[in-house]
DNA sequence: AGCATATGTTAACGATAGGTTAAATTAATT
DNA sequence: AATTAATTTAACCTATCGTTAACATATGCT
């Protein structure tokens, strides 16, 4: 239960990177150390990260840069910018692109490690909802979210459009459990304002159609909070 | 749905903290200034925040102290600490004590504006997922507040109103005790007013009418104090 | 007892959230 | 470019929720 938390530094000065590289070791981390923006999304697509370290300054590909696309494979990972310049429009940018936390160089040590620590732990909550599980039984129905395909008893598969699947998906993890509407559209929608919430609504109403083949599952609303997926 | 967060600054320099207000009022939050630490935990204890920025150096009570009490009382209060030094000690003392973010004076009001949002939007989404008790069990009810449900011997449940829900919680949180009508109205109405406080009348009918199936189960009034739930 | 105030209870109303279908728009394929 | 799939927006309707008014009863005080 207790692996160490994995992080993805990105550091173009070979001798800072590794100083800091084996000072987050020695504190019990497991760090891959990338020397460019190029190497360091090459590194981060091929391992899976809890947290990732950018410096902002680099050549090839600056860390907002990179920011930027490891954001568009995963909203969620947690980043920690570090700059050597504090302008105000960077600060600003870093944000923006959606950083847990800004650190000016040099920085003091132990102020990392605290901020490490606090950014894990409450993403520790979320990772929860990231699982690579994709074939779920429930009920007479077989799902299998890779495919997107739902299959009740003997019938042929249906398809799910994408937004259908996530759905499903987040309510199937929710199982009997609120499955709050904010999360859906944070994570689906990536929005939460009116239209977006419409819109899940009426893929709630899609979904409903496809369960009503079974009198045992149902999709329940909790007023003001979200859904449930209800599985007797 | 959309009201808006509810933030305590605490701020001993009346000037600012007067600048600071209006700034944060016009982006759209509720904002209790405190001019020291002192009122600040009154002002804490008596209303229900979703964030108190703190600053460090004031009179009678410094932020850090302040801070520790406000954690005792709500552990996951989110903390941003003002300061006008930057002390390694202090930095770190304000992220032993759970600090979500830092501030060195003169910040940047743009920077602030980010660090608010992004500690609202992630304290939104783990307040569902948080630990906190939800399940319930007194006489022969059950009750879960994340779902609503109420439930008696082998009926199928009822499903209670938000309000309700978290009267119902409260009482149960001070059960066979007494639940100051005081505590809430300014917890759930946020208000204590005529108008509120007859509000919760018609809650509290509303729950003895869901309560008197079982007849070990009573709230009892006490007058001018508040609310009692017996369970015999 | 007589009064002021607090509480008990019900019903009506307006505001907002959700259910659903269809049309309009956008994105993906062919 | 044409066709199809996916998604959003609009429209209309129902359910839920909270507040308030109205009237009744209880309590504490002098």
Not at 28 to 42: C, Q, R, T
Not at 120 to 146: Q, W, Y
């Amino acid at each position: 239960m207790n692996d160490k938390k994995r992080i993805l530094l990105v550091e173009d000065d070979p001798n800072f990177g590794i100083i800091l590289r084996d000072f987050l070791k020695m504190n019990d981390y497991d760090i891959v150390l990338a020397k460019n923006g190029m190497e360091g999304f090459e590194k981060f697509k091929k391992y899976d990260f809890h947290l990732c370290i950018l410096d902002v300054m680099m050549p090839y590909k600056d860390g907002f840069t990179l920011a930027g696309e490891i954001k568009e494979v995963n909203q969620d990972m947690p980043l920690i910018f570090l700059t050597a310049k504090s302008l105000k429009e960077d600060v600003l940018k870093g944000y923006k692109i959606g950083a847990d936390d800004y650190l000016k160089k040099p920085f003091d040590s132990d102020v990392l490690l605290y901020k490490i620590k606090a950014i894990l732990k409450r993403n520790k909550l979320s990772a929860v909802l990231d699982t690579e599980e994709f074939e779920f039984k429930f009920s007479s129905f077989e799902f299998n979210s890779k495919l997107r395909h739902l299959k009740f008893k003997d019938n042929n598969h249906v398809k799910l459009s994408p937004k259908e699947n996530m759905l499903l998906k987040m309510l199937i993890l929710h199982k009997n459990d609120l499955m709050p509407r904010e999360l859906a559209l944070t994570r689906i929608w990536r929005d939460d304002n009116y239209f977006t919430s419409r819109s899940m609504d009426v893929y709630i109403a899609k979904l409903r159609k496809q369960l009503e083949l079974d009198p045992n599952v149902k999709i329940n609303n909790i007023h003001g909070e979200g859904f449930r997926l209800v599985i007797d």
